[in-house]
T-cell receptor, first 111, second 111 residues
Framework: DGGITQSPKYLFRKEGQNVTLSCEQNLNHDAMYWYRQDPGQGLRLIYYSQIVNDFQKGDIAEGYSVSREKKESFPLTVTSAQKNPTAFYLC??????????FGQGTRLTVV | RKEVEQDPGPFNVPEGATVAFNCTYSNSASQSFFWYRQDCRKEPKLLMSVYSSGNEDGRFTAQLNRASQYISLLIRDSKLSDSATYLCVVTSVSGNTPLVFGKGTRLSVIA
């Protein structure tokens, strides 16, 4: 079945630690996106990639990094520079002008 | 003015009621429009695309008004299972530029 998969579903991070969230899609979509959602809030764009080996900062990129070495994969690293990382992280992919498909999300908590 | 604005609600309606949500967008060059549904602690899922001519899917009707820059969603004969947050989504000029999300409108259908 085609789809987009995020892992892990739940992630706990210690202060000062970097963690990487996985996002994989087999929909053959060119574009992939990372969003952050805080409780009761809308989705805010962190990074996006329109094509392999290229990506752009979104509205809240500080403290995050990404790579796009393969079309299928767009991992997000939450670095220690991100001071308030506890949130629900959503990865999405889409083709031009079409709707986006979302992974099931990763819930990150700082402990 | 925010790019995409929605009334956050909550809209509390009885079963069987008709309810309508509006969403305004600021970029007149926006090309694609969608309504997504998001259940609590889950990822957003596409409810329907919004076409210039308007479209209907069962109890749901979406309309686009380019002149006034708003889209609408009408839900007829509300069911308990319609309780969710409804997200208005807009894309800009180029096909794979990021989706811009409204903060969502919360709907509670009450028995």
């Amino acid at each position: 079945d085609g789809g987009i998969t995020q892992s892990p579903k739940y992630l706990f991070r210690k202060e000062g630690q970097n963690v990487t969230l996985s996002c994989e899609q087999n929909l053959n979509h060119d574009a992939m996106y990372w969003y952050r959602q805080d409780p009761g809030q809308g989705l805010r764009l962190i990074y996006y990639s329109q094509i392999v080996n290229d990506f752009q900062k979104g509205d809240i990129a500080e403290g995050y990094s990404v790579s796009r070495e393969k079309k299928e994969s767009f991992p997000l690293t939450v670095t220690s520079a991100q001071k308030n990382p506890t949130a629900f992280y959503l990865c999405a992919s889409k083709q031009e002008y079409a709707e986006a498909f979302f992974g099931q999300g990763t819930r990150l908590t700082v402990v | 003015r925010k790019e995409v604005e929605q009334d956050p609600g909550p809209f509390n309606v009885p079963e069987g009621a008709t309810v309508a949500f509006n969403c305004t967008y600021s970029n007149s060059a926006s090309q694609s429009f969608f309504w997504y549904r998001q259940d609590c602690r889950k990822e957003p899922k596409l409810l329907m695309s919004v076409y210039s001519s308007g479209n209907e899917d069962g109890r749901f009707t979406a309309q686009l008004n380019r002149a006034s820059q708003y889209i609408s969603l009408l839900i007829r004969d509300s069911k308990l299972s319609d309780s969710a947050t409804y997200l208005c989504v807009v894309t800009s000029v180029s096909g794979n530029t990021p989706l811009v999300f409204g903060k969502g409108t919360r709907l509670s259908v009450i028995a």
